[in-house]
């Protein structure tokens, strides 16, 4: 789990994909515990990074920070952070957000309902960390007794907020 006294570093994706390793392997060394790797759209890809960047390292987690369900589904989500968790046994972190207005402005992608959606994502998410058949009735996603088929996987999920309906 990582606790507000982990050091760790972010990655916002504008440096080259090709620097990732280099960069986890020095934070490593240096002490970071943690590397946050932002998901900006228009960037680069933060579950390729992350695969990069534990891939390079030996104790290294990773958050995937904050992977939006207005740009990816919430089972692609949680598939991808189980995947990873799954190859890096403990090593993994989701961080979930509504994502950046105006590049989803920029991608025609609209988001409706952002606390709604957000708390339904941490739902699906936990659900399907659980290794158990989710059937989930929302507002905003359905899913049909469907599991991930390499669950359970102990997952933190951490929430990205910044308005006050979202803090709240």
């Known amino acids: ?89 403990g090593r993994i972190v989701l961080c979930l957000g509504a994502g950046a207005p105006v590049d989803f402005q920029a991608a025609s992608i609209n988001r409706f309902h952002p606390v709604k959606t957000l708390c339904e994502t941490i739902m699906i998410c936990r659900s399907l960390f659980s290794g158990e058949e989710v059937f989930h009735e929302g507002d905003v996603f359905h899913l049909q007794n469907r599991k991930l088929v390499n669950g359970p996987r102990d997952i933190p999920i951490v929430l990205a907020a910044s308005g006050p309906k979202m803090l709240h």
């Open 1 to 89: 789990m990582v606790s507000t006294f982990d050091f760790g570093f972010a990655i916002d994706g504008f440096a080259p994909a090709s620097a990732i390793a280099e960069q986890s392997k020095a934070a490593e060394s240096g002490g970071a515990s943690i590397i946050w790797i932002a998901s900006h759209l228009f960037l680069r890809d933060p579950i390729t990074l992350a695969a990069a960047a534990l891939a390079a390292t030996k104790k290294l987690k990773v958050a995937l920070m904050a992977l939006s369900p207005f740009a990816i589904h919430p089972v692609h989500i949680a598939m991808s952070a189980a995947t990873l968790e799954e190859l890096y046994p």
